[in-house]
């Protein structure tokens, strides 16, 4: 190539800048041959049978899911389709060892060897009691919440340190009241009397809007995407690729599949 590639330091062989650059180019060319066995069985097979694994959070098969999971299994009955319930974490170590096609869910921030595709977005919300004084007020600042005390996720999610960092970053005090996993839990003891939340509306139906106050906090606290998380070099397989298309059609083309970056939450 004209160029030189390793280095030698002592007894210790090293990448040089142009060698570097050249291994990022050729990494995912070549893990995608690792699949080729797998991905070539799959094309003759075709989308008749086989298996598709699919990594998600709990919110997004409670929520996001069902009509995605109902539509696929009506088109392609043959297929047998595993869902893995991981955190966001989990669900990265799965997709890096081919535990899984892909990934269903939020990503903050996307690792270089990995694509998201974002496809949905949802707005922060404040939850409270139907009769609530918050629920009541014309217009809604941070300092309005401080007093009320805030029933939140564990801190190792995204949603207790989302929230912290607001509230820090604007000099705000608040309280958390409660810690407790799972979104259906919050909304329950809100609607108890409990505290207040703030929640993703991702995670709020009908009846919960029947039964609790739910206001935009989209001024002060970002939105957040869901979207389909793949490995880049990784073949997807006729099963994947159907299922993505019923998140939205064209979801992974060449380009974007071999595109980095942040999300765009």
């Known amino acids: 190539m004209g160029v030189r590639l390793l ?5 210790r062989l090293s990448l040089t800048r142009e060698g570097q650059e050249l291994y990022e180019l050729a990494r995912p060319l070549v ?7 797998g991905a070539f069985r799959e094309r003759i097979r075709g989308l008749d049978a086989g298996d598709l694994n699919v990594a998600a959070g ?11 999971v109902e539509a696929f299994r009506a088109a392609h009955p043959e297929v047998r389709l595993t869902l893995h319930n991981v955190t966001g974490a989990g669900g ?26 974002p496809v949905y977005r949802f707005e922060p919300m404040l939850i409270t009691p139907k009769d609530h004084p918050l629920a009541k007020l014309e217009k809604l600042s941070l300092q309005d919440l401080s007093p009320f005390g805030l029933i939140l996720p564990p801190q ?28 259906e839990v919050i ?25 609790l106050s739910a206001r935009s906090l989209a001024d002060y606290f970002p939105s957040r995407s869901y979207g389909v998380v793949v490995r880049k070099g990784k073949y997807l397989s006729p099963q994947a690729r159907a299922f993505t298309e019923l998140i939205q059609p064209d979801l992974f083309v060449r380009g974007d599949y071999y595109a980095t970056g942040q999300s765009d939450r």
């Open 7 to 11: 280095e030698r330091s002592g007894r």
């Open 31 to 37: 893990e995608g041959l690792d699949g080729l066995d």
């Open 58 to 68: 709990s919110s997004t098969i409670l929520y996001l899911l069902p009509k995605i």
């Open 92 to 117: 990265l170590d799965l997709l890096r060892s081919d535990g899984v096609d892909l990934a269903v869910g939020s990503m903050l921030d996307v690792p270089g060897d990995l694509s998201y595709a």
């Open 156 to 183: 190792r999610l995204t949603t207790y340190r989302m929230v912290d960092l607001v509230f820090q970053q604007n000099r705000v005090p608040y309280t958390v009241a409660l810690e407790v996993g799972g979104w």
């Open 187 to 211: 909304k329950q003891y809100v609607a108890m009397g409990l505290g207040i939340s703030i929640v993703t509306a991702i995670c709020l139906t009908d009846a919960d809007r029947a039964r």
